[in-house]
């Protein structure tokens, strides 16, 4: 708590303003959820054609006949018994096509947690007039904990599984080969999430994302230590991650194996643990495996699989704010490096175009004994007095 009462009072004003904006924020998610008009569960019967369900449960009948296991091309005004389609089938893809209702509330959790975190961050993570002989008590861990744990239990438990950033991409790249009713809507879903990385670097992935949280939590744990230390090469990593992203697209519009339609991530997909839906076994396994790796390796889902994770990346160039590193001051002593899990302040600091993902999780802002590393506004520095350590 050293940290919290070394505040000043313009800052403690900013602590009380970004509460004050982030509780408007989500009492105004709760109002517009309440006002949302839901539909009452409607009880579908194989009889019943893909041209009467489909709508009800929000996608297209090419959608609705994936799900189904059938080509897209099925006959969408066929009853389903007659397309082979049993009662039991029928049932399990509606209560798992109705998991991906979207819950309003969570855009504006999301934003509110963001906002928190850019604030913390850029304006109080460092007491004002704090030397950096101090930056043992800067950035504690303790405010980013209670953000990741409120990121789980309400975006993740709480409010289910969508929406989330990596359906978020699955589904913008789905819509364009039909499978749901409005490409607009999923464009402007995917614009969303990734305004909220260029905000802040991958803000959204850092501090919001619930499953980047519990693996961000396992990490966090105090044990594995020197495992921890180990970091996975980023061009090993991310040469997975793309080249896995590439094949889901090939797949997706029918370049490889012929037929539209099939998303290899559907297979491997964790947000479906806030909906408690494991509807495949392969989804357990990547569940548990990666909250197992997650205990000695930094977030193994985002660094090989996410497709957000990878496009984020990518935005990662053009973010407002970000770690920044003032050249003239760093005298190239590492701390910085050996403090992230990932190779990220390495490449930042070897000058490379393209480093490998930030997080934001602020563990380089506080081991900087040159007083070199901010997190700011791109193009601007801030500057401690020199000689004040
Ligand atoms: S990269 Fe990680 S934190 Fe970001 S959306 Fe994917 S799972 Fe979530
Ligand atoms: S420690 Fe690494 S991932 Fe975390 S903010 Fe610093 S550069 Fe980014």
Known sequence: MGWLTSLSRRQLLWLALVSVIGLAIVAVGMVREKATVHRPPVAFTAAMTM???????????K?????????????????????GVTEDQLDDVAHHLAGHRESTLKYYVFVALVLFGLVFLVRLGRPDDSPAGERGMWYPRWPYIAVLSLSVAL???????SP????????????????????????V?????????????????GWACPFGALQELAFSLPIL????????????????????????????????????????????????LFNLDFESASIGITVFVTLALSLGTYRPFCQFICPFGLLSWLLERISLFRVRIDRERCTNCGACIRACPLQASSGRLAGKLLPADCFSCARCLRVCSEDAIAYGLVGRMHRAPVGKP
């Open 51 to 61: 041209k009467q369900i489909a709508p009800q449960l929000g996608v297209t009948g």
């Open 63 to 83: 959608s609705l006949a994936r799900e189904l296991g059938l080509p897209l091309d099925a006959p969408k005004n066929e009853p389903l018994t007659a397309l």
């Open 155 to 161: 975006c993740g438990f709480a409010l289910g599984k």
């Open 164 to 187: 989330n950033p990596m359906e978020g991409t699955v589904k913008l790249f789905k819509s364009f080969i039909g499978l749901y009713p409005s490409v607009a809507e999923k464009v």
């Open 189 to 205: 879903l995917f614009l969303f999430f990734a305004a909220l990385a260029v905000i802040g670097n991958k803000l959204i992935c």
């Open 225 to 272: 230590r020197k495992l921890k230390r180990h970091k996975i090469p980023f061009a090993a990593s991310n040469t997975v991650r793309c080249a896995l992203f590439i094949v889901v697209l090939l797949l997706l519009f029918g370049i490889i194996g012929g037929q539209k339609g099939l998303v290899l991530y559907h297979f491997v997909n964790p947000f479906n």
